[in-house]
């Protein structure tokens, strides 16, 4: 099995700062890709950003310029610096990883999440 722990949530004022971490482990051959979601109260869930182990980004129009995705691959971990926070980013965030496992001389991707974290802004 595989286990994603989101960890850095909190409270933050507006134009504030907070950087969410995302730890994987288990059983894991390698990480195609770790993204980050999140949903807010009465909201779909959104993709906020994403990183494939390669170091391509993606990012939701609403976040370019305030946030920042970066992985450390080899820890099987993900990072969000997030800045310049607004009311409107509180949600619950959600780490996403696309998981190659090994099973024998097979490997097959399978998809992951974390509990979230849940992150409020407000002065």
């Known amino acids: 099995q595989v286990q994603l722990v989101e960890s850095g949530g909190g409270l933050a004022q507006p134009g504030g700062s907070l950087r969410l971490s995302c730890a994987a482990s288990?059983?894991?051959?390698?990480?195609?890709?770790m993204t980050w979601y999140r949903q807010a109260p009465g909201k779909q869930r959104e993709l906020v950003a994403a990183?494939?182990?390669?170091?391509?980004?993606n990012y939701a129009d609403s976040v370019k310029g305030r946030f920042t995705i970066s992985g450390d691959f080899a820890k099987n971990t993900v990072y969000l610096q997030m800045n310049s926070l607004k009311q409107e980013d509180t949600a619950v965030y959600y780490c996403?990883?696309?998981?190659?496992?090994?099973?024998?001389?097979?490997?097959?991707?399978?998809?992951?999440w974390g509990l979230g974290t849940q992150v409020t802004v407000s002065s």
């Open positions: 288990g059983s894991i051959f390698s990480i195609n890709a």
């Open positions: 990183i494939t182990s390669g170091g391509n980004t």
């Open positions: 996403n990883a696309d998981v190659r496992r090994q099973t024998g001389p097979y490997y097959t991707s399978y998809n992951y």
